[in-house]
Each structure stands twice: as C-alpha cells, then as structure tokens.
C-alpha cells in the first residue's frame, strides 16, 4: 500500500512546527503525496482540507501523520481510531515517547510513505462508560489512559473497585488510572506503575499517591471489566481520557472499563527495537 492522500494533524502552538510546515507540505507534494490540512487553515497553505466533524471526510485518508508531541498524536488518535486511518507522529516536543520519528527525519518518511516501504502494528484502546440508575450517558475511548481523580479541591478519593462484577480493592488516593501497555510510559509510569511491551493487550490499573504502602500497581489482561465506584459522602470526582476532562463523577455514578471495540493502526517507517527506544528516551531527562 502507498500513502496518496496523507491528513496532516499540525500542533500550530509550537513555533517549530509552523517554521518546518511549508517545507513539509512541499516534500509531500514532490513525492506524489497529496497532504490535506485542517479546514481552518488550509486556504493558508493552499492544500485541501479536512473537517474532524466529518467521519467520512476522514475516512478517505490514507494515513495521518501528527507535527507535535505525544499531545498531538493523542488528539489525532481520538479522530481516527473510529474510521480506522493508520497513524504515525513526527515529534517536534520533548520526549515524543508515541512518535515514530524525529523532525531531522522527514524527507526519508516521506519518500518511504510514497513507496510503500512501511509496516504496521496494532495498538488496543480503552473504552469508559459513566453509568448512572442503571444506564449509560457517556462513553470514552482513549489510547494512553483513563484516569479517576479528585477535583482541584477536594479531599481524597475514595473508591471502590470491581473486576468482573467482584470487589476487587479499595482506595484512599488523589486518584487511579487504567492505561493501556501504550499508555504504561505515560502518567501511569509517573505514578509508579511498571514499563509494558506496547502490543501486549492489557490494562495497568495504577493509584495515584494512595495512603496504604500496600496499594500497588496492577496489571490484568484487557478482557477484564473494571468498575469504580466513589463511595458514599465521596466529593465529586473528575474522568479523564488521554489527559481530556469528560465528566465530574458523582458517587451515584459508576465507571465502567473495558477494551474498546477500535484499535490503532501505527505505521512503522524505522526498525527501532522498542526496548531501546525506551531507554533512549527516558533518559533523555537525566
């Protein structure tokens, strides 16, 4: 398969991305790829343009390619999940732990994208349903994590855990995040949890600053159905999907968990050995 039409998702917050766009966008146009930019500015760039409102517009992508950090890859993923468009991100960031490839690396993607020379793998997502006398009234997908936590200012959470329909743990914490084996080196790696292999299709279930010493990380395989539940008097809690506010979480609501029914195609342009990688990019801030 070749890239002809290439949805360019650009973060314009960063000065790097703005300066190296034009460039970008004339490489693509060099090789035969036809790059097509977000409605809002393609006049600008004379390209054509994509509305993220419309799932068919996208859908007639080939590939989206992200100009930002983990961020921007994120938001795009949200998009283009649902319509199956593969994905990859060029990091203009810092860590830029989901990107493929650095901005130094361009021209060679390009080229290889044009001629086909790329593989892919597949990522899983996590699904979150707000449940509410019985029903649900919001569902979420999120490629990193999901993540239950107490308001700016409010006490600690207070949670309940169920897998599978079983009281599984309690907790007393700032608060808990299920993130997938992608999301593992995220937030959850902040919080203590453990490094995973990222195709492998699992959840790590992960309390943030809880008050036991004995509350540790858990990992369990992503066919398992998790629910929260805040317990009774609890103040209000807040959902969050890859970093996005959902919803406060009041203790007449419960969360549910599992995997979601969308994955994430990446396409891979380099032979990079994960377990290099990670290294090489966790210790770029020692």
């Avoid at 994905?87 to 021209?107: M, P, R, T, Y």
């Avoid at 086909?116 to 997908?141: M, Q």
């Avoid at 317990?231 to 209000?236: A, I, K, Q, V």
């Amino acid at each position: 398969m070749t890239i002809k039409r290439l949805g360019i998702f650009p973060n314009m917050g960063k000065e790097k991305v703005c300066s190296a766009l034009p460039e970008f966008l004339a490489m693509c146009q060099e090789c035969g790829i036809d790059p097509v930019l977000p409605q809002h500015i393609c006049g600008q760039y004379d390209c054509k343009g994509y509305d993220l409102s419309q799932s068919e517009q996208l859908r007639e992508l080939d590939a989206g390619v992200s100009l930002g950090g983990d961020g921007t890859l994120l938001k795009m993923a949200r998009y283009l999940a649902p319509v199956q468009v593969p994905v990859f991100g060029i990091n203009f960031g810092k860590l830029g732990f989901l990107a493929e490839i650095d901005s130094n690396s361009i021209h060679k993607a390009i080229v290889k994208l044009s001629q086909g020379n790329f593989s892919s793998e597949n990522r899983s997502l996590l699904r979150a349903e707000v449940i509410k006398e019985g029903k649900g009234f919001i569902t979420v997908d999120a490629l990193n994590d999901l993540v239950l936590a107490k308001g700016t200012f409010s006490k600690l959470a207070h949670l309940q855990m169920y897998i599978n329909g079983k009281i599984s743990g309690t907790y007393a914490a700032d608060g808990i995040i299920v993130a997938t084996a992608t999301g593992s080196t995220a937030y959850s790696l902040s919080a203590g949890g453990p490094l995973v292999q990222p195709e492998l299709d699992i959840s790590v279930i992960t309390p943030v600053c809880a008050h036991s010493l004995t509350a540790r990380a858990l990992v369990i395989p992503l066919s398992e159905m998790i629910e929260f539940r805040a317990l009774p008097g609890s103040e209000e809690l807040l959902l969050s999907a890859d970093g996005e506010n959902v919803i406060a979480v009041t203790d007449a609501m419960s969360v549910q968990i599992r995997k979601s029914p969308y994955i994430m195609r990446f396409i891979r342009l380099t032979s990079r050995d994960y377990y290099q990688t990670w290294q090489q990019k966790l210790m770029r801030n020692i």
